[in-house]
């Protein structure tokens, strides 16, 4: 083997000559022919052939040095068949000391490569897929070595990313299919309702080529270095549960750290560097590497890994950047696309011009679909394999009313989906028209509509939609979203924002709600086996009671002798109800001590999540000013899934006898003391789901703002007691579910109308 400097200077020019021979001019073929010609000189192979992925996932034979030159254009391959198949398949090298004896060979008469035994392929990667495979060979039998294996890696990368990137001019590679560009429909599960259909934006965009090769080898190596060195540290530190930046458990910490250390992949990204690729394409390239290989793996938790290393890559990206996220100019009609997103990745995007979301992973009660749902952004998730299947720039719909995403769709998908868009936008104006009308039920009922909220952004759509006051008011979103743990001034300010937004409608504000799912960046976090049932919301309040005191006080403050209602997430037992409204006495003694204004009224309520409170509502009620029923996590609790695991989220019905029971015990206890109640968990929003609501004698209904439209729409054409008479019925059923027969018994009624 050569000495590393000289192979170094050797695969540098190697990639600068492929560089110009790429990017000289004349018909891309000769260019093509050229590449492969300098490739098996500088590998000292008798063979270079780079077959090009077509439409139809077969491999072509794009260009030979070697093989009979009649061959080219004329040899295919399937994915799987023969060696070059394989590779595509597989997404990784195959290193043959005898091609023939491999039992994927697939013997090709019009090639004539019966002499050659060594062969060396390896997959032209974009995105972790193949989009075509190169290969040397050589007469005698070896195996090639590490060193060649990792040169010949390089060449593809590079290869791939100039020919993606249009360098060899896109209509002379007719039929070559860098991209996936067939239309293709992912089904995947409802984040967010509505419509969108837009250009693809990636979270996190490929390395444009231009920044492929490095310049100077030394000072890029010294640059990775002190990146990883960084990047090692900084995960050391938030494991150590110093301030860290990211929001990441403990055990995910504990896989980074291994990553971030382990000598195999430093050596991968060093080796690239060295071989002259700019740190950033030695990510890129080790990245890929592993979603091909790791992609593959069945075992759910190998594929969790490619995960982390997916975050880890991203991070060592950002370390070597020197920032932080940059925000990024979108196209007007952008729909983002990521793997998963947190709710603050989110919020750096232009709303103005974020049209839908589209997530590989993710739940629909994650923290991003939650965001989404507040910006009234359509969001479909868990769309398997979307990532490989979409390029930035491509057209792509978001149907969240089915729950399914449209790439490169057809034009009469397009047409189609308009259609649906217009429906929607004139059902809105519907909607508008009615935001003045109030929500009575045929029979005389008041309805009162009012939205949920947790960020700035929610105050300017709160006019825009009727809604009678905000019912839900997230605090921890602020938490969420900041970099730091927001202070007592920056929480004041919000809310007195919010309270001078809502002007005289009410806002119900809810006490730090953290723990569980809602993790924060900068907050240590202990390990829990299950976060759900675990350290979260009102318990941490209590534990901390500086923490939830600070914002008590906060919120005291921000009304400055206006009406102020506070309520508590998650209480599980009275005791705890008591302790904390003991606090808000505290509070607001505390301010009067100093001199300030107290609310002018002051209403304290409690969420009923835990099932157990359900139980105990004749201790609770007469120590409540009012109650909201919780029912995305009380449907957690009752059915014993957790709403963020998508394999069971949604395997359970609130429109069941169970859930419809649960409820209806909470509406009578409050009817019977009259004690103010809402419900403001997302079934509120929802047309059906409010309807049974209604049904069962709940008035008041908070949701996310899209949904007040509807429901109110819903609320108008209802006769309550028609709808009271039919579900109390259905209550008795021995069905799992009465979904149907609630949607029967609906249009019966509406149908009346
Ligand atoms: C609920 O649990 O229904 C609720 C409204 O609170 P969150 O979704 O914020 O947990
Ligand atoms: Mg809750």
Redesign the pocket.
């Known amino acids: 083997m050569a000495a590393p400097g000289v192979a170094i200077r050797g695969q540098r020019s190697l990639l600068r000559q492929i560089r110009e021979a790429l990017a000289g001019g004349g018909p891309a073929q000769v260019r093509l022919d050229m590449v492969v010609r300098i490739i098996a000189r500088s590998m000292v192979a008798e063979v270079c052939s780079l077959y090009m992925r077509r439409a139809a996932a077969d491999m072509e034979l794009f260009a030979t040095e070697g093989l009979d030159p009649a061959a080219v254009h004329v040899t295919r391959m399937k994915p799987g068949e023969g060696l070059v198949g394989e590779i595509m398949k597989l997404g990784r090298p195959l290193n043959l000391a005898d091609a023939p004896e491999h039992p994927a060979f697939s013997y090709r008469p019009e090639t004539g490569e019966d002499p050659y035994h060594a062969f060396l392929g390896v997959p032209l990667l974009r995105g972790g897929r193949a989009i075509g495979v190169l290969v040397v060979q050589n007469r005698t039998a070896r195996v090639y070595t590490d060193d060649e294996v990792e040169d010949l890696q390089i060449v593809a990368m590079v290869l791939a990313e100039m020919v993606a990137a249009g360098e060899l001019g896109a209509h002379e590679l007719k039929g070559v299919e860098i991209a996936p560009h067939k239309p293709e429909r992912l089904k995947g599960s409802k984040f967010g309702d509505g419509l969108a259909y837009g250009v693809a934006v990636l979270h996190e965009p490929p390395v444009a080529p231009s920044q492929l090769l490095s310049d100077d080898v030394v000072a890029e190596e010294a640059r990775l270095n002190a990146a990883v060195d960084s990047l090692q540290s900084q995960i050391d530190t938030m494991l150590e549960g110093n301030a860290g930046l990211v929001d990441a458990s403990f055990e995910v910490l504990e896989t980074y750290r291994m990553f971030a250390h382990s000598d195999g992949w430093n050596r991968s990204l060093v080796d690239a560097v060295r071989n002259g690729l700019t740190a950033e394409a030695a990510v890129e390239r080790v990245r890929s590497e592993h979603r091909a290989r790791l992609g593959q793996a069945r075992d759910p938790y190998l594929r969790e890994r490619l995960h982390d290393l997916e975050d880890l890559n991203d991070r060592l990206l950002r370390h070597l950047s020197g920032e932080g996220h940059v925000a990024r100019d979108l196209p007007e009609n952008a729909i983002l696309i990521a793997r998963n997103l947190g709710p603050a990745d989110l919020l750096e995007y232009d709303r103005t011009k974020l049209r839908g979301l589209l997530l590989e992973e993710g739940s629909a009660a994650s923290h991003a679909a939650i965001v989404a749902r507040a910006l009234d952004i359509p969001c479909v998730g868990r769309l398997a394999g979307l990532r490989d299947a979409v390029s930035e720039g491509d057209m792509v719909i978001v149907d969240a009313e089915a729950g399914e995403a449209y790439l490169r769709p057809r034009t009469d998908v397009v047409k189609a989906i308009q259609a649906r868009i217009d429906v929607r936008r004139q059902r809105r104006a519907e909607f508008a028209k009615l935001r003045d009308t109030p929500a009575f039920t045929r029979d005389g009922a008041k309805i009162t509509l009012l939205m949920n909220a947790g960020l700035d952004v929610d105050l300017d759509i709160l006019g825009e939609t009727g809604a009678e006051g905000i019912g839900?008011f997230?605090t921890e979103f602020q938490f969420m979203v900041a970099e730091e743990m927001p202070r007592f001034n920056a929480q004041t300010a919000l809310y007195r924002r919010v309270m001078d937004a809502a002007g005289d409608l009410p806002v119900t504000f809810r006490t730090l709600?953290l723990g569980g799912d809602k993790v924060l960046p900068y907050m240590e976090a202990e390990r829990e086996d299950n976060p759900a049932l675990g350290w979260r919301a009102i318990r941490m309040g209590l534990d901390r009671p500086a923490l939830l005191r600070l914002q008590l006080r906060a919120l005291i403050a921000a009304s400055g002798g206006r009406p102020l209602r506070v309520m508590f997430?998650l209480v599980a037992n009275v005791d705890e109800y008591r302790a904390a409204r003991a606090l808000v006495d505290v509070e607001v003694a505390w301010a009067e001590r100093r001199g300030r204004k107290p609310p002018s009224r002051l209403d304290v309520g409690a969420?009923i999540?835990a099932p157990s409170l359900v139980f105990h509502l004749d201790a609770l009620l007469p120590m409540t000013d009012f109650v909201s029923v919780?029912?995305?996590?009380?449907m957690q609790y009752l059915f014993a899934a957790d709403r963020g695991n998508p394999r069971v989220a949604e395997r359970y019905d609130p429109l069941s006898p169970p859930a419809l029971r649960a409820l209806e015990q909470i509406q009578r206890a409050c009817a019977e003391t009259g004690t103010p109640v809402s419900v403001?968990?997302?079934m509120a929003g929802r047309p059906l789901e409010a309807f049974a609501l209604v049904a069962l004698g709940f008035e008041r209904l908070s949701m996310p703002p899209a949904g007040v439209g509807p429901v109110k729409q819903m609320v108008l054409s209802c006769d309550r007691e028609a709808a009271r008479r039919g579900v109390s019925a259905l209550l008795k059923s021995g069905a799992g579910t009465v979904r149907n027969e609630i949607e029967t018994l609906a249009r019966k009624i509406y149908a009346a109308v």
């Open positions: 839900l997230r709600d997430p969420m999540e919780g029912t995305n996590d009380l403001c968990g997302e």
